[in-house]
DNA sequence: TTAACTGCAAATCTTTTGCACAATC
DNA sequence: GATTGTGCAAAAGATTTGCAGTTAA
């Protein structure tokens, strides 16, 4: 992979923000020092970022993936109200007691989805 | 509410499948025994079926939604090979054992998005 | 020099919506 | 008869892609 100015902007304002922004957001913002950039190239570079792991996507049903430069162990909130997506220091073995462990935030709901290989396609692996 | 011929046929589409069909697949399968049915009509009428709580919705990050008649407690999960969604008896509380309590499938990822109000907005409700 | 990257615009895909008509109560 | 639901087509929103030109190695 060749360097390129455009994809490290785009990975250093992620990592300098904490507000979980989306692609688009990342464009305005970075066209104040790059004006020409456009939004297909955003598109294609955070997609580069998160596949090599230095960014990390966020996906919320119904809205625009945002984008999280905090590759530690954390889980996201989204906020139904304002919309934001904040972060969470929950360890995974602590999401039984989540109702208890984070006492400001008020979680209603979370969406779980597991990615890997289902029995099937686990076999034809092998 | 009133009664509706196309949601309830949609309504039990979603409940005699167990592959998590999408809108898109649902109105092909029905134009058979309903052939003005429209994607339109799908989409509302499940919007409606989720809201009332008589189906769920599975979102995927970058796939189109799935829809699943199973009210009961468990997870899914995405075969990143052959797209299909499959329904696994987890409990919460299992979520730590995953690669273990279900040998034959191969959990390579999740992806938790927690929902609810953050702890500004929380304060805000009372 | 040449392969990767970019800007731009058009295309794609999923989902929603406006409107005139039809079905339900 | 009033209102909710439907079909159709167009619109909207997010993301991808084709292509010609630019840039890094």
């Given at each position: 992979?060749?360097?390129?100015?455009?994809?490290?902007l785009i990975l250093k304002e992620v990592l300098s923000r904490t507000d979980?922004?989306?692609?688009?957001?990342?464009?305005?913002?970075?066209?104040?020092?790059?004006?020409?950039?456009?939004?297909g190239?955003?598109?294609?570079?955070?997609?580069?970022?998160?596949?090599?792991?230095?960014?990390?996507?966020?996906?919320?049903p119904g809205e625009a993936d945002r984008f999280d430069g905090e590759l530690g162990?954390?889980?996201n909130l989204f906020c139904r109200k304002c919309r934001k997506v904040v972060s969470l220091p929950i360890q995974e073995d602590e999401l039984r007691a989540l109702a208890t462990s984070c006492p400001d935030v008020k979680?209603?709901?979370y969406f779980l989805t597991l990615f890997g290989l289902c029995s099937e396609?686990?076999?034809?692996e092998n």
């Open positions: 992979m060749r360097y390129s100015h455009q994809r490290e979980h922004p989306t692609a688009e957001q990342i464009c305005t913002s970075l066209r104040e020092v790059c004006p020409r950039l456009s939004l190239t955003v598109y294609r570079d955070l997609n580069t970022l998160v596949e090599i792991g230095k960014v990390r996507r966020v996906s919320i162990v954390h889980q979680v209603e709901n396609c686990a076999k034809q």
